[in-house]
């Protein structure tokens, strides 16, 4: 049997997870489930937030032993709350993340992730030496940073031509990364590295960002309406697979604190030292993929990010780079309903 443990955010580590002798679910909100989390959370909340707790109070789960949440923004902050009201005999731990990146911080979060790794043990009854827990993780960590940099191979050839379903299928095996373990998902990408030969392209190179985009059918809608996505920013997406430095006198939990902070941050984590450096990063990949336009994604009601689109579109115009911003809900629906916008953008592009 595979003992599952739930969580909903990208800063959460993996290896830990499955060092600890567990499987992850990142529980994502895609559900049939009937809308009920308005009975414990206010309705204009993030829509993220609001479907992964229709899947707990319809019990649209899997068996879990325990629930990772990441105090990433007050809403995730507000679903932990709800979650044990929802469902009061989980196990729930709630780690703290810092907003920037400094010494400070980084002391912090490392001691956040030790604690998480200690509390994982405790879950799953294993009392072990701190050696054998670090040899553990460090295992853990080998594995997934094969995943990474087999994850980064298929980003670039995405990047330098157009293979037919190849962004669906990197989306398939980040999801399995995320919702089985990182053995499969590194078979897959395995396998995926060497695709057959590439298609003529006859649709626009766009670079896609944003803060959830985790169905890997709406690619293929991309690729119908004459958009070729050549680089994408979400926190399901390959920023999801973070490659994680160590050293080999190196403190593992510093070394995770480290590598998560110095990822590609999400929007509510700021670089206080460059004020607007989403912006410019969001520019930088553009041009460095080849992107004839940029098209962003937010969910509905996510301050963090809505807050910072200006600047971002401010940027983007200042390099002359097309910008289309859509914003939505979690559903290939709401991805559809968006069609004609898209199409129009593509054609504004002359492809």
């Given at each position: 049997m595979n003992k599952k443990i739930g969580f909903t955010c990208a800063y959460t580590p993996v290896p830990l997870i499955e060092a600890a002798g567990f499987f992850p679910y990142r529980i994502l909100p895609e559900t049939k489930a009937p809308d009920q989390a308005g009975h414990l959370l206010h309705d204009n909340l993030c829509p993220h937030v609001k479907k992964v707790l229709d899947r707990a109070l319809e019990n649209d789960l899997p068996d879990l032993e325990g629930m990772v949440f990441i105090n990433s923004c007050d809403t995730m902050r507000r679903l932990a709350d709800a979650w044990q009201v929802a469902r009061p005999d989980d196990k729930i731990i709630l780690i703290d993340l810092p907003s920037g990146m400094n010494r400070l911080s980084l002391d912090f979060l490392s001691k956040e992730y030790e604690r998480l790794s200690r509390t994982l043990f405790k879950w799953n009854d294993q009392t072990l030496e701190p050696e054998i827990i670090s040899e553990k993780i460090k295992e853990k960590i080998f594995q997934w940073n094969l995943l990474a940099d087999s994850?980064?191979?298929?980003?670039?050839?995405?990047?330098?031509?157009?293979?037919?379903?190849?962004?669906?299928?990197?989306?398939?095996?980040?999801?399995?990364?995320?919702?089985?373990?990182?053995?499969?998902?590194?078979?897959?990408?395995?396998?995926?590295?060497?695709?057959?030969?590439?298609?003529?392209?006859?649709?626009?190179?766009?670079?896609?960002?944003?803060?959830?985009?985790?169905?890997?059918?709406?690619?293929?809608?991309?690729?119908?309406?004459?958009?070729?996505?050549?680089?994408?920013?979400?926190?399901?997406?390959?920023?999801?697979?973070?490659?994680?430095?160590?050293?080999?006198?190196?403190?593992?939990?510093?070394?995770?604190?480290?590598?998560?902070?110095?990822?590609?941050?999400?929007?509510?984590?700021?670089?206080?030292?460059?004020?607007?450096?989403?912006?410019?990063?969001?520019?930088?990949?553009?041009?460095?993929?080849?992107?004839?336009?940029v098209i962003g994604f937010t969910l509905k009601f996510c301050d963090p990010y809505l807050a910072r689109i200006p600047m971002i579109r401010q940027a983007l115009q200042k390099e002359s780079i097309p910008f289309l911003m859509l914003e939505g809900d979690c559903t290939e629906g709401s991805m559809g309903q968006q069609q004609t916008r898209i199409e129009a953008f593509t054609e504004m592009l002359e492809v």
């Open positions: 994850i980064k191979k298929i980003e670039e050839k995405m990047t330098n031509d157009f293979f037919p379903g190849y962004a669906s299928g990197l989306q398939q095996i980040i999801n399995t990364a995320a919702t089985e373990s990182i053995d499969q998902a590194l078979a897959m990408a395995k396998s995926k590295i060497e695709p057959e030969n590439p298609c003529k392209s006859l649709t626009a190179p766009v670079f896609v960002f944003g803060n959830l985009l985790f169905d890997p059918k709406v690619y293929d809608l991309f690729e119908e309406w004459n958009v070729q996505v050549v680089g994408t920013d979400f926190c399901t997406s390959s920023r999801f697979v973070t490659r994680i430095q160590t050293g080999p006198d190196d403190n593992i939990f510093r070394s995770l604190a480290h590598s998560y902070l110095k990822q590609t941050p999400c929007a509510r984590t700021m670089d206080t030292t460059i004020p607007g450096s989403i912006a410019q990063r969001i520019v930088e990949r553009a041009k460095k993929s080849n992107a004839k336009g």
